[in-house]
Structure formats: structure tokens, C-alpha cells
């Protein structure tokens, strides 16, 4: 059986950016790949919303604000571990784009995240801190939207994050897997996946809604 999409159901496409496609500076596999069946995806969506990081030039999950310090590498912040990153999605830059080839006019919102220098923000709903929000949840609810389905980059950080915490939220979520990739850096896809499981986030293949 296909899964009907309802005409307040949500997708959620989640950092389409250029730094997180090929040749960008944190360039995860096979992100262009994806562009097209997110593009046919949204087609079903009455309701889409896309997600962007965007961070300032200085942010605390670059290793390069980090004293001998190499991406991929952790470090302790207040609000708990971080990973590190390759300098990207720096407000302004073109690496922070979401890419033209994505190609949704009827996307209704665009949420910013990861903007305070302090903290990160995987979550298109709560940054790293577990305390500020982005205001998702509110836009969502006064809506009065229905199921989200989460797409996009990437699919061990920002996708199962934001997934995650819609769940949490309590929105019904569904993560639609061959419209992701991911950065699976030492485990991460693995434990993503572990959390879409416990946190009850459905996953699905995309031919399950195209039919
Ligand atoms: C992301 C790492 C750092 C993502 C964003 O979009 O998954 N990953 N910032
Ligand atoms: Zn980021």
C-alpha cells in the first residue's frame, strides 16, 4: 500500500546547501544525488518547509576556532560534546546557498539555524543547548500541520536531529531514507539510525509514497 499524502502533511527538507554538496566544503557523498527525487517528492507536498545552517564566520563548531584542533575531531562545550567542523555554511557565503537545482517555488518557509555563535544547531527545532528554539514547533503547530517528512543533508546530523526533535515536539515523523545521505564519521550513521528507531520516527523509501 502507497502512503497517502494528506494535504497538511509536511515535508521538511533539510540543509540542500551548497557546502554540503559536492565540492563544498563539507561536502557529504552522494548530496546531489538526492536533488531530483527531492525535487519529484515535493511535487505530492502541499506544505514544504526547508531548513539552512548558518552560521556566523566565527562559530564554535569550526576546528578552526580551536587551538590545534582538526575537523572531525571533539571537544567538550557547556552544553556537552561537539564535533568539529570544516569552516561552512558562514552567513553570506555562497557555500551557504541552498542549491539552485533544488527546484520547490511553493516552499513556504525557510528556517535558519545554527546563527548563535555559541551553539550549534543540528535540529531544525532546538539548538544544541537543549534551551533555545528556532521557532519551528510554534510555526508547525499554529499552522496546525500534519505528519512531517524529513529529507536531506545529513541524514546522521541535521536529518535525524530535526527528525528527532519533531518526534519530541510530538509531531508524527517519518524520515524518507533514500532522499538522505550521510557524513558517517566514526559511527554516527549507525547511532542515527538507533535514535530514529527509539525516539518512534518511521522510515520509509521514497518509491513508498511515489509509488
Ligand atoms: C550538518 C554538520 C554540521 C548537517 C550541519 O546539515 O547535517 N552537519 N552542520
Ligand atoms: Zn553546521
Not at 11 to 22: E, I
Not at 51 to 71: L, R, V, Y
Not at 163 to 178: K, L, N, R, S, Y
Request: proline residues 5%.
Amino acid at each position: 500500500m502507497p502512503i497517502a499524502i494528506n494535504p497538511d502533511d509536511v515535508l521538511v527538507v533539510v540543509d540542500m546547501q551548497y557546502d554540503f554538496l559536492p565540492e563544498g566544503s563539507l561536502a557529504v557523498a552522494g548530496g546531489d544525488e538526492i536533488v531530483p527525487l527531492i525535487n519529484q517528492l515535493a511535487k505530492r507536498f502541499r506544505n514544504v518547509v526547508l531548513t539552512q545552517d548558518w552560521h556566523p564566520a566565527d562559530h564554535i563548531s569550526f576546528a578552526s576556532q580551536h587551538e590545534g584542533k582538526a575537523p572531525f575531531e571533539m571537544v567538550e562545550l557547556p552544553y556537552g560534546p561537539q564535533v568539529l567542523w570544516p569552516d561552512h555554511c558562514v552567513q553570506g557565503t555562497r557555500g551557504a546557498e541552498i542549491t539552485a537545482d533544488l527546484n520547490i517555488p511553493h516552499a513556504q518557509l525557510i528556517i535558519r539555524k545554527g546563527y548563535n555563535r555559541q551553539i550549534d544547531s543540528y535540529s531544525g527545532f532546538e539548538e544544541a543547548d537543549r534551551e533555545t528554539t528556532t521557532g519551528l514547533a510554534g510555526y508547525l503547530n499554529e499552522r496546525d500541520l500534519g505528519r512531517l517528512f524529513v529529507v536531506g543533508l545529513a541524514l546522521d546530523f541535521c536529518v535525524a536531529w530535526t527528525a528527532v526533535d519533531g518526534a519530541a515536539a510530538g509531531f508524527d515523523v517519518t524520515v524518507i531514507e533514500d532522499a538522505a545521505r550521510a557524513i558517517d564519521s566514526n559511527g554516527s550513521l549507525e547511532r542515527a539510525l538507533a535514535d530514529l528507531d527509539t525516539a518512534g520516527v518511521g522510515r520509509v523509501m521514497s518509491r513508498e509514497i511515489l509509488g
